[in-house]
């Protein structure tokens, strides 16, 4: 099987950098992915990892390794409109395609 | 424009009436997934569909079915809810695989069942 852990909360100021961290158990998967949901709202998709290294997209950047069973999500200058939950998820091996896991989520708060 | 609808939004009921919770996606998406969202859970899927016809369990598929006649719709059924599927029900598609392709969320339904 597989879990997946994250911090539960992580504050921080504006324009500061912040890094969640995600560790997993599983014995295999396609990839990582990232969302974000604000209080409310659904989630939505900011990225995915499906080979090891950093993934860049604006001022949010992933990051995977698979040997050490760990990824990360950055984001940079952070904005109040960054304070949101933020999931990891793995999706399913080869006799499990489309199955996703998801972690608990990190709420992130941005403060002035 | 591009959306994943969910019908109905808001939903309070008694325990072992049968209900649908109804999704539709307009992208033409061959994937498509029910998730239930709990305080300090997070999501946890409870079925997928890879195409029409084709679907697979989750993690927590105990207490629902569903079914894919059609591409665009993905209804979940609760034949005899329960009090403890009492939560936030999410229905999302992507063009292929869950985690390898964006996948769209709908809006959510909140279920009550008393």
């Known amino acids: 099987g597989q879990s997946l852990e994250q911090p539960s909360e992580v504050t921080a100021v504006e324009g500061a950098i912040v890094q969640i961290n995600c560790t997993y158990q599983t014995s295999g998967f396609y990839g990582l992915s990232w969302y974000q949901q604000h209080d409310g709202g659904a989630p939505t998709f900011l990225s995915y990892?499906?080979?090891?290294g950093l993934e860049e997209t604006g001022r949010f950047s992933s990051f995977l390794s698979r040997s050490d069973s760990y990824g990360y999500l950055l984001l940079q200058e952070l904005q109040m409109k960054d304070s949101a939950s933020y999931f990891c998820?793995?999706?399913?091996?080869?006799?499990?395609?489309?199955?996703?896991?998801f972690g608990a989520g990190t709420q992130v708060v941005v403060t002035p | 424009e591009a959306q994943v609808t969910q019908n109905p939004r808001y939903l309070i009921t008694v325990t072992g009436k049968k209900l649908t919770v109804t999704c539709s996606q307009n992208m033409n998406h061959e994937y498509m997934s029910w998730y239930r969202q709990d305080p300090g859970l997070g999501l946890r899927q409870i079925y997928y569909s890879m195409n029409v016809e084709v679907t697979d369990k989750g993690d927590v598929p105990e207490g629902y079915k569903v079914s894919r006649k059609e591409k665009r719709n993905f209804p979940l059924i609760l034949e005899s809810p329960s009090p403890n599927q009492t939560s936030l029900y999410f229905c999302a598609s992507s063009g292929s695989g869950g985690g390898t392709d964006t996948q769209y969320f709908g809006p959510g339904t909140r279920l009550t069942v008393l």
């Open positions: 990892n499906a080979l090891d």
């Open positions: 998820a793995v999706e399913g091996t080869t006799d499990s395609w489309g199955k996703l896991q």
